[in-house]
């Protein structure tokens, strides 16, 4: 129904609110931003925990606080970076293969792991 510009531009217009708000508001003084479920059950972080919180940051110039609070997302936000702007310029050949997911998958499990145990870079 709607033509491929006006996809781009939605998906641009959603990024640029969401980074507006996350830049105004702080994740961690805000009651707007949900708890997550699975720390809340369980006491450990899942791979997404902090993940506001370091965006907020690297939106005000802080890297190093923004990769403390989630290395996972600031080392992966170029390739995100790389992905929105191929899909800016309607590049449709880019997709995820099996093996590219699999390793994504054991990437995330892995961080998973090792952000919940007392090994440096991830205090518990």
Same mark, same amino acid.
């Given at each position: 129904?709607? @033509?491929? !510009?006006?996809?781009?531009?939605?998906?641009?217009?959603? =990024?640029? @609110?969401?980074?507006?708000?996350?830049? !105004?508001?702080?994740?961690?003084?805000?009651?707007?931003?949900?708890?997550?479920?699975?720390?809340? /059950?369980?006491?450990?972080?899942?791979? @997404?925990?902090?993940?506001? !919180?370091?965006?907020?940051?690297?939106?005000?110039?802080?890297?190093?606080?923004?990769?403390? +609070?989630?290395?996972?997302?600031?080392?992966?936000?170029?390739?995100?970076?790389?992905? +929105?702007?191929? =899909?800016?310029?309607?590049? !449709?050949?880019?997709? +995820?293969?099996?093996? @590219?997911?699999?390793? +994504?998958?054991?990437?995330? /499990?892995?961080?998973? /792991?090792?952000?919940?145990?007392?090994?440096?870079?991830?205090?518990?």
């Amino acid at each position: 129904m709607f @033509g491929g !510009r006006f996809k781009v531009a939605a998906v641009w217009l959603i =990024f640029a @609110g969401a980074a507006t708000y996350l830049f !105004r508001f702080d994740p961690a003084k805000g009651t707007f931003y949900p708890p997550c479920p699975f720390l809340m /059950i369980t006491g450990l972080q899942c791979p @997404g925990c902090g993940t506001a !919180r370091s965006l907020h940051q690297l939106l005000h110039g802080h890297p190093v606080i923004a990769f403390e +609070l989630n290395p996972l997302v600031v080392t992966l936000l170029p390739v995100l970076g790389l992905l +929105l702007f191929l =899909f800016s310029l309607e590049k !449709r050949a880019v997709s +995820l293969t099996p093996a @590219g997911g699999w390793v +994504l998958a054991g990437l995330v /499990i892995g961080f998973w /792991i090792f952000r919940n145990t007392p090994l440096y870079p991830f205090p518990v």
